[in-house]
């Protein structure tokens, strides 16, 4: 067996901020990455320390469902709900098996929602987190039902809820049963507000389709993450539809906080102090 430390590094080469024209190193592969919206290279360790939020445009990159609970939930709190479920191939879509299956393998997730309790500055809450890199975070059936539960457990310990929602929207290969999720989670959070309970929703990018019609529009308070895509459909497919050019940021965060679909926008750094102040409210 080769040891690890035998093995010869993957280089990238890159031209350093303020280097002459035509100058460039190589730096082992991975240790840097481009902002998608400035171009700035960064480091990958202060970017993590920054809760992957670049420090020159402030552009929000996408986190992993894990990688949002250990940022949001107190250390060690976290008890995670409904690890047993999976999913299966109610329709018998072609390949649909195998591209759960890469997906759980690349994510290291059962399915696109984690959901659980655990503690925010000591204060007691229930979670759910979809996560984009499964599938795009599509609500399929057994998304639905872990949200569900999550929405009755909480309801059963009379606990505030939380959902950090992401998705492209409905998961096609399960047909209807995917739809029905709308209906099925819309109908939990009903229940939810008639007990009169706290329910707290946190857009990030991307939050579309049938999870943004339904649970994720639902909460008692609405906030989103900087420059979060929001909307039913994306502004491509409407403009096509309408021919008319869009508003610039249309269905963006800050656009939809100006319309009063956002009640406010939290940066990522300071998300977790913000739902323990909201929690300290309403406790």
């Known amino acids: 067996m080769v040891l690890e430390i035998f093995r010869k590094p993957k280089y990238v080469t890159v031209r350093p901020e303020g280097a002459r024209e035509g100058e460039k190193r190589d730096i082992p592969e991975g240790l840097w990455v481009k ?24 552009f929000h990159f996408r986190l ?22 999976t999913t299966i191939n109610p ?29 925010i500055e000591g204060y007691p809450v229930v979670i759910g987190v979809l ?31 939380i959902i950090f929602a992401t998705s492209g929207g409905a998961r096609m290969q399960e047909g209807i049963l995917s739809l029905m999720q709308m209906a099925k989670t819309s109908a939990a959070l009903a229940r939810f507000n008639q007990a009169g309970l706290l329910y707290i929703s946190v857009f990030t990018d991307p939050t579309t389709g ?30 096509q539809t309408i021919r008319q050019k ?8 800050e656009f939809m906080r100006q319309h009063g679909m ?9 998300m977790k102090e913000t739902l323990a102040q909201l929690l300290s409210l309403h406790s």
């Open 64 to 85: 992993g469902a894990r990688e949002r609970i250990r940022i949001t939930l107190d250390e060690g709190s976290f008890k995670e709900f409904d690890t047993d479920l």
């Open 262 to 270: 956002v009640d406010m926008i939290v940066n990522r750094p300071q």
């Open 131 to 161: 996560d984009s890199h499964f599938i795009m975070g599509s609500m399929g059936s057994v998304v639905g039902e872990k949200i569900t539960r999550a929405v009755e457990r909480a309801m059963e310990k009379r606990l505030p809820l």
């Open 91 to 119: 329709l018998d879509w072609p390949n649909y098996p195998e591209k759960v299956a890469l997906a759980q393998e690349t994510t290291g997730l059962p399915e696109a929602a984690v959901t659980g309790s655990g503690t």
């Open 246 to 253: 869009l508003p610039d940021g249309f269905q963006r965060a």
């Open 210 to 239: 049938g999870v943004t019609a339904s649970f994720a529009s639902l909460g008692d308070i609405i906030i989103a993450e900087p420059g979060a895509l929001i909307g039913f459909t994306g502004p491509r497919v409407i403009e």
């Open 35 to 58: 902002c998608s919206r400035c171009n700035e290279i960064l480091y990958n360790k202060e970017l993590e320390k920054n809760f992957k939020v670049c420090h020159k445009c402030n």
